[in-house]
């Protein structure tokens, strides 16, 4: 009995050993960083512009590996003229609504390689492979998920992948394996840090552009607008709070109520949306998306009609059908064509779209209800950039998609453009036109305005 | 006081809705002795049922009636096919708490495999109009649920307090070893129970999925606030499930109008009354004290 | 060494009523099955490649909470649903003193441990008056209310966008808040993934020789008299409030560690990786693993995660979408085959061989009596 | 031909046997004891004739073959239960206790024989909207052996009534009974321990001893015999 005793007491002293070296190895690391501190505050900024490319064709280089990674593997996930990308999305779980977005890129990648493949810059023609993780839109699971992909697959690049706190998730992890991830299914503000996490781009327009989009049009309209705005209590709802205070400042326009909406606790914003409408607005914004936006949208009194602004994310075929009714007169912004709109899809982009879609497996709501659509433009990102890397590996083609210019790809709106700057620019998609809903249909009542460079001036 | 009324109207309706599902959680409660954490996907279940037969061009009260009958046969054999098996639940509470989590993985993932991720609208049961009460326009959708919900808590209550099935369901409930010997079939009993059940649920799905939209993962939310109501009324009380149910959709709706910190937290107030109650009175508001001697 | 006649740790459940004389010998026996079990836990690292070693490491914190979840549940049968906000509280709590203080990695386990006790005691309290499914309940309630308390204050937790854990660094010319690292001592010669899994081992063992020792000890037997018998309990001295108090805190600080732990595993907690859903699973983890035995929650913890991390992934792609089906189907035909979880199973196995001996001593001498 | 009759009865639970070839007899109207100490078998011996475990062996009630029926076919055969502990139904008031056990009846006569039993148990007449569960044990006995009558049985099963109640209480009860299997001509067949009651009770007796019937006969052999004396009679 004593010697079992004694047998504890020394695992346990054994395991406080571990414990305190633990410890001491912490707090150097801690220290460590603080004199990183100190001398930061002395090395200028922006000493990132280095040497140019070593190529002529080589696009500026945003990204050196040399310099910003430990280890870096150029052309891991190419072998055999097949270049193999994942992506992590939400086949499970309460939000597996936008496995439909991987189901567009997916149809994507197929109906790429029954074309022949792409013919990336370097004159090679590539097949290409995806390979799905599911994450069950739970951030705590996207990291394992994302490792698999990385480690386990050996992928060349992530595509497409959902959720903002998904992505955060693996943010770090991604920019210390020197992995790129394309076309970000999201528009939170964060990913116009490129400085601080290079290797990640966005595919959506910024939130806060969109939003400042519709309030400049606002602005001209309804000069002295009283506003009410229902946000969503994550990146996206807040994103959408912070550009309408600043945009507001200076103005005749007012704020006059605020309500936000948690889709994860609680059941129907109706109660919120009652509230709003005594609030005595005559603008009326919605920043919220999935089911509780129509929801709003039909909550909202017979005797409340104010100008009404739904997110792109609420714009599509399903949403505007959900609302039954209550989607005539909407206000809404675009940077891609949409496919539920009858006079955009006498577009050929929409043509070409459907056709091949369908061709893939799509169905007719697949094709016309908007989030498929989204998932097609980010495989069209993708391989956008493998069409113009002079070089196809990791850092080359990032700083390719870093150093765009004028670029029209995927379901882009015909005159919009999409020019890069990795140091101020990353936001491929900032050229907007504001739209209305009028008889079943998006009508433009506000050209495309270019926005290029601005958006991480519109975030708050 | 216009907007007061607009916002209990909203709470009414919202509560009624977790009150539905509360009476189908209490019909299980009483027969089985468990707490269902499938009751929501059931219903969901059931909903997209009610769903494709109004898609395929049923009026939607038939649409209902059909999607009841569906969750009665589905409630029936769920319970012969999975809960019996398993055994009393008085005896391994754990083991039925699991089965019904593992039901609830089941019955979402074979919504989502049948009728897929795509979100389906569904229509008033009363139609899009209002009325005027008190200068509120309230919608007919909302006095209906409260009527539906009414006349649902009056069956009930007569099934199982005037009705020989219903004596025997509640025996079984309390002793099913002692109710075999007197001669009632206990598992035909809790069948009839689970499909009663079941087919409730396709109501509170019916009246919920105007309020959001047909899909999955419709009735999760619901579940929970339909187990705060009957936490707050008491578990074997048809009248506790209808009152709990209905506080909490004003508490949910209407105290955060005028309390901004709980703005975000909406189910605080509600959290803070279950305390509260549960605290002077275990087994809530309507819930039968338990007293056995030994 | 050689007369140690118990088990380091509970790698061996405390098993059925047994007769005297098994007693050594099954002493032997769960010595030899703790020591396999010990080798391949030290082993397993030096095997894996970092995916893999990745993958385990992020099954213990799991583990963990689920041993607090049993402890509670299983010996003293107080059944809680909330034990997921529990686990956020004890994540979120070493974020914070990480970032805002840049405590070491075993302080903030610590500051979580104390922090999470307390809401512990806290939620024990009125505990002590609402039982059995109306507990079960109440805790649910706290499940769904946590997310939305963090979204109040999610100015300090970032909400459900979430919230770093970090400390700052230098990267192309700039500080950046850069995600917390685990980096082995050069002496250790170990990986940074081989690092993390032992440090999370090593807290694992704390935790379960901690609960062993405990439900052993004269407080652990008041823990289990509650659960058969609350008023026979009071009857024979027990201090039943407490005694469920005292099992609530420590069961709430286990799950804090757990969720501590997650937190240095993350590097990153946001308020959607602690709903209902990680309640449930924790409540999964112990019945499937055996409620009231020690190896059951880990057994529990490595059945999700090999269902999650081994088997869902190489499932046939159109399998994939049924997975929460197949998942849901298991746990039922668990359920149905073994309702006390594997540990149970295992138990009875064990236990069905001794009855043998015993029926056939009872034959052979009717007078010590069968069953009624 | 015998009521009740069983051969080569067997049970166990799991691996466990517990009943070794049983053979017993009970006739219409007759009151039959089956003695034995605790752990003898004799709780098992009732859950497998009234079917609520499953055994071996052939069980014959009034000249059919029941062996293998479930409790409710039995009950409507003939066969009512008084479970050991009462099974008293908690959470339903007395009046409703009393329902149940008519559950297999569909007559209007229900209500009479209710209030024929609040005459037989006053007691229970008081406390009829009252929880059953929150009576005494004594009153829960009563409750128990009345809720058996109310399917108008021909044979009673009856589980140690004696158990956990106080001596007068327990000869109150033995009392009730014997008066009703006079009047009603209901045959009774009663495990027990405490011999000297079950004897006063009953005409007939076997001794079981670890699943076997090791001793029989009337109740006045029994009560001369020097092993059944010393082992049950404590004298």
């Known amino acids: ?252 326009m007012e704020l006059v109520d605020e309500q936000s909406f948690n889709p994860l606790t ?93 061709a893939q497996g799509l169905t007719e709501s697949d094709l016309q209800g908007g989030i498929t659509a989204a998932g097609w433009g980010f495989g069209s990102l993708f391989v956008r950039a493998l069409e113009l890397t002079p070089v196809v590996d990791r850092a080359t083609i990032m700083n390719t998609l870093y150093s765009m210019d004028g670029e029209n790809y995927g379901l882009m709106l015909d005159e919009a453009q999409s020019t890069t700057d990795g140091d101020t620019d990353p936001w491929v998609l900032e050229d907007l036109r504001v739209v209305r809903r009028t008889a079943g249909s998006w009508e433009e009542v506000k050209p495309l305005i270019s926005y290029d460079g601005q958006s991480n001036d519109f975030a708050g | 006081m216009e907007r007061f009324l607009n916002f209990l109207f909203i709470g009414l309706g919202n509560g009624a809705i977790y009150a539905m599902l509360g009476l189908g959680l209490v019909v299980i409660y009483r027969s089985t002795g468990l707490l269902n954490f499938a009751q929501g996907e059931m219903a969901m279940f059931t909903t997209f049922i009610v769903w494709s037969l109004s898609d395929a061009g049923l009026p939607l009260w038939l649409a209902l009636i059909g999607g ?54 569904l229509g008033n049961l009363f139609g899009r109009g209002e009325i005027d009460i008190l200068g509120t326009a309230v919608a007919w959708q909302k006095l209906g649920a409260l009527l539906i919900l009414a006349i649902e808590a009056i069956i009930f209550w007569v099934i199982f307090q005037r009705t020989k099935i219903g004596l025997a369901m509640r025996s079984v409930a309390s002793n099913p070893e002692s109710s075999a010997l007197c001669g009632v079939p206990v598992t035909r009993i809790l069948m009839i129970g689970w499909g009663l059940a079941a087919a409730l649920g396709a109501v509170g799905g019916t009246f919920t999925a105007p309020t959001s939209a047909v899909d999955a993962n419709l009735m999760q939310l619901p579940l929970i606030f339909a187990f705060a109501a009957i936490t707050l009324g008491g578990f074997d009380s048809f009248v506790g499930a209808v009152v709990g149910g209905l506080l909490i959709g004003i508490l949910t709706d209407v105290v955060p109008r005028y309390v901004d910190i709980f703005e975000k937290m909406p189910l605080a107030p509600a959290f803070l009354l279950i305390l509260v109650v549960l605290l002077v009175r275990p087994e809530g508001i309507f819930g039968q004290k338990k007293v056995t001697r030994v | 060494m050689s007369t140690a006649s118990e088990p380091i740790a509970g790698t061996s459940a405390p098993l059925a009523p047994q007769p005297p004389v098994a007693k050594a010998g099954r002493n032997w026996l769960s010595i030899g099955t703790f020591g396999v079990f010990a080798i391949i836990l030290i082993v397993l690292p030096q095997v894996l490649n970092a995916f893999w070693t990745g993958r385990v490491t992020g099954w213990i914190p799991i583990a963990i909470a689920a041993l607090g979840l049993n402890l509670l549940t299983g010996y003293n049968g107080q059944i809680s649903v909330g034990h997921g906000a529990l686990y956020g509280l004890g994540a979120y709590a070493t974020a914070l003193v990480i970032n805002e203080w840049a405590w070491s990695f075993p302080l903030a386990i610590v500051f979580s441990a104390i922090v999470c006790f307390g809401a512990g005691v ?182 999700i995660g090999v269902f999650n991390d081994v088997i869902t992934p190489d499932l046939p792609e159109a399998w994939k979408p049924a997975s929460p089906l197949i998942l849901g189907a298991l746990l039922i035909i668990l359920m149905l085959v073994a309702p006390g979880g594997v540990a149970g199973l295992i138990r009875q196995f064990t236990g069905r061989m001794r009855t043998r001996k015993l029926v056939n001593s009872a034959i052979n001498n009717p007078s010590s009596g069968g069953t009624t | ?151 108008r049985p021909r044979l009673v099963l009856l589980d140690e009534p004696s158990l956990g109640l106080a001596p007068l209480v ?66």
């Open chain 1, 1 to 252: 009995m004593t010697s079992t005793r004694k047998l504890r007491l020394g695992a346990v002293a054994a395991a406080l050993a571990l414990l305190m070296t633990a410890c001491g190895r912490d707090d150097e690391t801690a220290d460590s960083s603080s004199s990183d501190n100190e001398t930061a505050e002395t090395v200028a900024p922006g000493d990132t512009t280095d040497t140019g490319g070593d190529e002529e064709a080589a696009p500026a280089a945003f990204i050196t590996p040399e310099d910003d990674c430990d280890a870096y593997d150029a052309t891991k996930g190419i072998e055999g003229g097949t270049i193999k990308i994942g992506t992590v999305r939400p086949e499970s779980g309460p939000y597996s609504i936008y496995d439909n977005v991987t189901k567009g890129l997916d149809a994507y990648v197929k109906a790429v390689n029954a074309d022949g493949g792409v013919k990336a810059g370097d004159g090679t023609t590539y097949q290409l492979e995806l390979v799905k993780a599911d994450d069950a839109y739970d951030p705590a699971r996207t990291p394992g998920e994302v490792q698999r992909l990385v480690e386990q697959e050996g992928i060349f690049a992530m595509v497409g992948q959902i959720g903002t706190s998904n992505n955060l998730a693996v943010r770090q992890y991604m920019n210390d394996a020197c992995v790129p991830s394309i076309g970000l299914a999201t528009g939170s503000t964060e990913w116009g840090n490129a400085n601080e996490f290079p290797w990640f781009i966005g595919g959506l327009p910024s939130y806060a552009t969109e939003l400042h989009a519709y309030l400049e049009y606002l602005k001209t309209e309804m000069p002295a607008a009283k506003i009410a705005l229902l946000y969503q209590d994550d990146d996206f709802g807040k994103a959408y709070q912070a550009t309408l205070k600043k945009d507001i400042e200076g103005t005749d």
């Open chain 1, 266 to 358: 609680e059941t129907s914003p109706e109660s919120k949306v009652a509230q709003l409408s005594g609030s005595g607005a005559d603008v009326f914004i919605v920043g919220i998306g999935g089911a509780p936006c129509p929801a709003a949208l039909r909550a909202m009194p017979g005797t409340w009609t104010p100008a009404t602004y739904v997110s792109i994310t609420c714009s599509g075929k399903t949403a505007m059908s959900l609302a039954v009714g209550k989607d005539e007169g909407l206000y809404s912004v675009q940077a891609t064509l949409d496919p539920g709109t009858p006079a955009d899809q006498q577009n050929p982009k929409i043509q070409d779209f459907f056709t091949r879609g369908a």
């Open chain 2, 68 to 121: 009841m009958a569906a969750g009665f046969v589905i409630g029936a054999v769920v319970h012969q096919v999975i809960v019996r098996p398993v055994g009393d639940p008085h005896q391994k509470p754990l083991a039925v708490v699991i089965v019904t989590i593992g039901m609830f993985l089941g019955f979402n993932a074979l919504a989502k495999l049948i009728w897929g991720n795509e979100q389906q609208s």
């Open chain 3, 122 to 303: 806290l939620i024990g309290l009125p505990a002590l008056r609402i039982k059995g499914l109306y507990l079960a309940l109440v805790t649910l309630a706290v499940a769904t209310l946590f997310p939305q308390v963090l979204e109040q204050f999610s100015d300090t937790t970032g909400g459900s966008t979430g919230l770093g854990v970090t400390s700052p660094e230098l990267y192309r010319g700039r500080i950046r808040d850069r995600s917390i690292k685990f980096e082995a001592p050069e002496w250790t010669g170990l990986a940074s993934d081989q690092w993390r899994y032992y440090f999370f081992l090593v807290v694992a063992a704390i935790c379960f020789l901690l609960v062993r020792n405990i439900v052993n000890s004269r407080a652990g037997r008041s823990i289990i008299a509650i659960r058969d018998n609350e008023t026979a309990a009071e009857v024979s001295g027990v201090n039943v409030a407490r005694a469920k108090v005292f099992t609530f805190g420590l069961s709430s600080a286990l799950a804090g560690v757990g969720g501590s732990l997650l937190a240095l595993y993350l590097a990153r907690v946001s308020s959607g990786s602690f709903t209902l859903t990680t309640s449930l699973y924790f409540l999964v983890a112990v019945v499937i693993g055996g409620a009231q035995s020690i190896a059951g929650p880990a057994i529990g913890a490595v059945f």
């Open chain 4, 1 to 151: 031909m015998a009521l009740l009759e069983v051969s080569g009865l067997t049970a166990g639970y799991g691996i466990v046997q517990v009943l070794f070839g049983l053979e017993f007899t009970v006739d219409a109207g007759e009151a039959v004891v089956i003695l034995g100490a605790n752990g003898a078998g004799k709780t098992t011996t009732l859950r497998a004739v009234s079917g609520m475990i499953s055994g071996g062996g052939a069980v014959s009630f009034d000249c059919k073959q029941v062996q293998g029926s479930r409790p409710e076919q039995l009950l409507r055969a003939g066969i009512a239960h008084v479970p050991q502990g009462r099974g008293t139904i908690t959470d339903l008031t007395v009046d409703e206790n009393l329902r149940v056990g008519a559950y297999s009846r569909s007559g209007s006569d229900v209500e009479a024989d209710i209030e024929r039993w609040y005459d037989v148990f006053p007691r229970l007449g008081e406390r009829k909207t009252q929880h059953a569960g929150s009576m005494s044990g004594g009153e829960q006995q009563m409750l128990a052996i009345a809720r058996a009558f109310m399917s």
């Open chain 4, 170 to 235: 327990t000869r109150e009860v033995f009392d009730r009974v014997a008066e009703l299997v006079r009047e009603t001509g209901t045959a009774v067949l009663l495990v027990e321990q405490n011999a000297n009651l079950a004897l006063a009770f009953a005409s007939r007796a076997y001794v079981l001893e670890a699943g076997r019937i090791v001793n029989a006969g009337t109740s006045q052999e029994l009560r001369g015999d020097e092993s059944i004396r010393k082992a049950y009679l404590g004298s």
